[in-house]
């Protein structure tokens, strides 16, 4: 029996009729499983839309988890920062009234400090003091005329700076002793120091006038041999002047100085320089010229003077003694009663307390 929703079979006829079946068989195998194959990525489909789902739903709880964590992190963090905040809030207001407390009492003892310290004119007058008695000091002890000056100048250049009309008497007595001190020749001590430490250091190889010698003769120019004979008598000439020698002098005979003695001799003579060297720095001028006339004399009495240690010693000890020395040197009395009488008119005079009457 054939179905009735068959379509109708073709006229048969022809050679084609035995494969109309047969089509009609791959047309519905194919339509098959093409609806097979649509259902099963259909399925496919679903289950992965399903599995994705399922996933969104896994991450999106993750993360509402982690989110949930890191507001509850988040809201103690901020409880902390509080606490801390409030107590960093306590130790400035704190800090903030020990620093008004602070500055309170810098402000009283600074105005204590400006009610007890002196002014700045009381604290020049004071260093022009201390300048003055300095300055005085170098040219009682030393002699030292260039620093004194110096001081003086500075202790002008700081009243200078004080610009008040009490200071032009003190100034007046500072420029005076300022010339006084120019007028005062200088003596560059420095200097003869040198030559002294230099004429020191010759001592010791300045020969004895008693180790002088004649000039050593040429020796005469080769000439042919003589014979024995004249040789002989020869030789014996001149053992015989040997032992004979005849000297013209233009000066008296040199002391003799026993070899043991000659040490003696030269340390006396180096004390004698050092000596004048102490008399020098110290502005001794009667013991300088003592000491370099003493110096001088033995050199020429006991040294060779034609030699050229001699001479130079000579000539330098010879300078040094006729270099002038300054007279008394200026004191600076008058500018230190000049400043103490400014500072004493400027302190201030406590009123007497009167006296209690009796009961």
């Given at each position: 029996?054939?179905?009735?929703?068959?379509?109708?079979?073709?006229?048969?006829?022809?050679?084609?009729?035995?494969?109309?079946?047969?089509?009609?068989?791959?047309?519905?195998?194919?339509?098959?499983v093409?609806?097979?194959?649509?259902?099963?990525?259909a399925?496919?489909?679903?289950l992965?839309?399903?599995?994705?789902?399922?996933d969104?739903?896994?991450?999106?709880?993750?993360?509402?988890?982690?989110?949930?964590?890191?507001?509850?992190?988040?809201r103690?963090?901020?409880?902390?920062?509080?606490g801390?905040?409030?107590?960093?809030?306590?130790?400035?207001?704190?800090?903030?009234?020990?620093?008004?407390?602070?500055?309170?009492?810098?402000?009283?003892?600074?105005?204590?400090y400006?009610?007890?310290?002196?002014?700045?004119?009381?604290?020049?007058?004071?260093?022009?003091?201390?300048i003055l008695?300095?300055?005085?000091?170098?040219?009682?002890?030393?002699?030292?005329?260039?620093?004194?000056?110096?001081?003086?100048?500075?202790?002008?250049?700081?009243?200078?700076?004080?610009?008040?009309p009490?200071?032009?008497?003190?100034?007046?007595?500072?420029?005076?002793?300022?010339?006084?001190?120019?007028?005062?020749?200088?003596?560059?001590?420095?200097?003869i120091?040198?030559?002294?430490?230099?004429?020191?250091?010759?001592?010791?190889a300045?020969?004895?006038?008693?180790?002088?010698?004649?000039?050593?003769?040429?020796?005469?120019?080769?000439?042919?041999?003589p014979?024995?004979?004249?040789?002989?008598?020869?030789?014996?000439?001149?053992?015989?002047?040997?032992?004979v020698?005849?000297e013209?002098?233009?000066?008296?005979?040199?002391?003799?100085?026993?070899?043991?003695?000659?040490?003696?001799?030269?340390?006396?003579?180096?004390?004698?320089?050092?000596?004048?060297r102490?008399?020098?720095?110290?502005?001794q001028?009667?013991?300088y010229?003592?000491?370099?006339?003493?110096?001088?004399?033995?050199t020429r009495?006991?040294?060779?003077?034609?030699?050229?240690?001699?001479?130079?010693?000579?000539?330098?000890?010879?300078?040094?003694?006729?270099?002038?020395?300054?007279?008394?040197?200026?004191?600076?009395?008058?500018?230190?009663?000049?400043?103490?009488?400014?500072k004493?008119?400027?302190?201030?005079?406590?009123?007497?307390?009167p006296?209690?009457?009796?009961?």
């Open positions: 029996m054939s179905d009735p929703a068959d379509p109708p079979a073709p006229p048969s006829g022809g050679g084609a009729e035995p494969h109309a079946p047969a089509t009609r068989l791959a047309s519905r195998g194919f339509v098959v093409a609806a097979m194959a649509v259902a099963a990525l399925a496919a489909g679903w992965d839309a399903r599995r994705e789902v399922r969104l739903r896994e991450e999106a709880a993750r993360r509402l988890t982690a989110t949930e964590a890191a507001q509850a992190a988040a103690e963090r901020e409880g902390r920062v509080d801390e905040l409030r107590e960093a809030q306590a130790k400035l207001a704190l800090l903030q009234a020990r620093v008004a407390e602070s500055q309170s009492q810098q402000a009283a003892l600074e105005a204590l400006r009610e007890m310290a002196p002014s700045r004119d009381d604290l020049a007058l004071t260093e022009v003091e201390q008695l300095i300055a005085n000091q170098q040219l009682a002890l030393a002699g030292n005329v260039p620093a004194a000056l110096a001081a003086l100048q500075l202790a002008d250049g700081k009243l200078a700076r004080v610009d008040r009490q200071v032009a008497p003190l100034r007046r007595a500072i420029g005076r002793d300022v010339e006084r001190l120019r007028a005062v020749p200088f003596i560059d001590v420095t200097a120091t040198v030559k002294l430490d230099a004429a020191i250091a010759q001592v010791d300045l020969p004895l006038a008693r180790d002088e010698r004649l000039p050593t003769p040429k020796p005469a120019a080769p000439a042919a041999e014979p024995a004979w004249r040789r002989f008598l020869g030789d014996a000439w001149e053992e015989l002047r040997s032992l020698r005849l013209i002098s233009d000066r008296p005979m040199a002391p003799l100085v026993a070899r043991e003695q000659a040490y003696f001799l030269r340390e006396n003579l180096r004390l004698r320089l050092l000596s004048a102490v008399a020098i720095l110290g502005r001028e009667a013991s010229k003592a000491d370099l006339k003493a110096a001088l004399a033995w009495q006991y040294f060779d003077m034609r030699t050229k240690q001699g001479q130079a010693l000579q000539e330098t000890l010879s300078q040094m003694l006729n270099t002038p020395m300054p007279d008394d040197l200026p004191d600076l009395g008058a500018s230190l009663d000049a400043v103490r009488a400014l004493a008119a400027q302190e201030p005079r406590v009123p007497p307390t006296a209690r009457a009796n009961r």
